[in-house]
């Protein structure tokens, strides 16, 4: 049963361009929401959260959007550059556990 | 501050062995979880110690297990190994697990099972 969902694989995007990645769940109880980056070799890195009171929220570049009647979120990249190419994770938590979507593979080409 | 170490970083080992990963979190950091890498699934959690007692579980067998010790470095075993093993298992650690639930992973160690 997978909570939380990552519906694309990939995603390609041209450099300067915005990039969209989407992220739905099931689970009513998350009430905090969080998107990771992972490049190779490496531990995925916390990019930016979101309190399931809040509908947006903006770290530089980043935007997260949180649609609570339509169980959705999405990470906005404004604009995109090539060293943000990775796989981009979204992850719900409800007490205390956090459940992890399959990941994006997103690829800005310059 | 340095990060979260996982030693070692890459392991091979053969059907029916056990093996044991260690995981240092950042220093002040009391909670430690694990989880599994593989393709196409994403990162599946595994447990969470909190102040050396396993606070939260995933739906793994009972071939997986761990342990915290009193400076919050952990342990994860695997016994009986199985080829369905093999993948990423990545360690990550917070203040305290509590929202606002900011993890820091480490870079995971690489096993491969033949």
């Known amino acids: 049963d997978q909570q939380v969902k990552q519906n694309s694989p990939s995603l390609s995007v041209q450099e300067g361009r915005i990039s969209i990645l989407n992220c739905d769940y099931t689970?009513?109880?998350?009430?905090?929401f969080l998107w990771y980056k992972k490049y190779p070799a490496e531990g995925p890195t916390f990019l930016i959260s979101?309190?399931?009171?809040?509908d947006k929220n903006e770290d530089g570049r980043f935007t997260v959007f949180l649609n609570k009647s339509a169980k959705h979120l999405s990470l906005h990249i404004v604009p995109s550059q090539p060293g943000d190419s990775a796989v981009y994770f979204c992850?719900?938590?409800?007490?205390?556990?956090?459940?992890f979507g399959a990941g994006t593979i997103l690829r800005v080409k310059s | 501050k340095a990060g979260v170490t996982q030693t070692p970083r890459y392991l091979i080992k053969t059907r029916g062995q056990q093996v044991t990963l260690s995981c240092s979190p950042i220093?002040?950091?009391?909670?430690v979880s694990w989880y599994q890498q593989t393709p196409g699934q994403g990162l599946q959690f595994l447990f969470e110690?909190?102040?050396?007692?396993?606070?939260n579980k995933g739906n793994f067998p009972g071939r997986f297990s761990g342990r915290q010790f009193s400076n919050s470095r952990s342990e994860m075993n695997v016994s009986t190994l199985e080829l369905g093993d093999s993948a990423l298992y990545l360690c990550a650690s917070s203040l305290s697990g509590g929202a606002p639930y900011e993890q820091y992973f480490g870079p995971g160690t690489r096993l491969t099972v033949t």
């Open positions: 689970n009513s109880m998350f009430d905090y």
């Open positions: 110690y909190f102040s050396e007692t396993q606070r």
């Open positions: 979101i309190s399931s009171i809040k």
């Open positions: 992850a719900a938590s409800a007490r205390n556990k956090l459940v």
């Open positions: 220093s002040g950091h009391r909670s």
